[in-house]
């Protein structure tokens, strides 16, 4: 899933949701039984015949992930899945890609919240293109004997060449 949105906004969410599926190799069986049990979790079964570009940026972002995950990859890289939503959308977020983890789904998160990696069961940061930490954020914090990811990042990235 893309950092910006990778729907079509002259389509509906249903629409979004075929084409995407068709791309993944989907069968319309199984996209009709997919999309209709994740419309419903998601709540966006009133929505699905909404053209994109008419629906708020927090639903395109479950729509976006509905999209990405319609066909129970067995990893998914989300790119800033949460830039630029409202801090409840943020956090019922999370919960979609807790949600996907539980059922066996590996979910990559790039974020640049480090309050976020505090979500993630392991963190790997990266500092001028070098993995400079990997470890259960737990661990990193007991590591560097702080108490954010903050901080953490703050201590790992002190000694970066890299200018703006």
């Given at each position: 899933?893309?950092?910006?949105?990778?729907?079509?906004?002259?389509?509906?969410?249903?629409?979004?949701l075929?084409l995407?599926?068709?791309?993944?190799?989907?069968?319309?069986?199984?996209?009709?039984?997919?999309?209709s049990r994740?419309?419903?979790?998601?709540?966006?079964?009133?929505?699905?015949?909404?053209?994109?570009?008419?629906?708020?940026?927090?639903?395109?972002?479950?729509?976006?992930?509905?999209?990405?995950?319609?066909?129970?990859?067995?990893?998914v890289?989300?790119?800033?899945?949460?830039?630029?939503?409202?801090?409840?959308t943020r956090?019922k977020?999370?919960?979609l890609?807790?949600?996907?983890s539980?059922?066996?789904?590996?979910?990559?998160?790039?974020t640049?919240?480090?309050?976020e990696a505090?979500?993630?069961?392991?963190?790997?940061?990266?500092?001028d293109?070098?993995?400079?930490?990997?470890?259960?954020?737990?661990?990193?914090?007991?590591?560097?004997?702080?108490?954010?990811?903050?901080?953490?990042?703050?201590?790992?990235?002190?000694?970066?060449?890299?200018?703006?």
């Amino acid at each position: 899933m893309s950092q910006k949105f990778s729907l079509y906004g002259e389509l509906t969410v249903i629409e979004n949701l075929r084409l995407f599926s068709s791309i993944y190799g989907m069968n319309r069986q199984s996209f009709r039984l997919a999309s209709s049990r994740l419309l419903e979790e998601l709540e966006m079964t009133d929505m699905q015949n909404a053209l994109v570009k008419e629906i708020p940026v927090g639903w395109k972002q479950k729509l976006a992930f509905l999209a990405a995950t319609i066909h129970s990859p067995e990893i998914v890289f989300l790119d800033e899945p949460t830039g630029g939503v409202d801090p409840v959308t943020r956090r019922k977020f999370w919960e979609l890609i807790y949600k996907a983890s539980s059922e066996g789904m590996t979910v990559f998160v790039t974020t640049h919240y480090l309050d976020e990696a505090e979500y993630c069961n392991r963190v790997s940061i990266m500092v001028d293109g070098h993995i400079n930490a990997l470890d259960a954020p737990a661990a990193l914090k007991q590591r560097y004997n702080v108490s954010s990811m903050d901080e953490v990042f703050r201590i790992v990235a002190k000694d970066s060449t890299r200018s703006d």
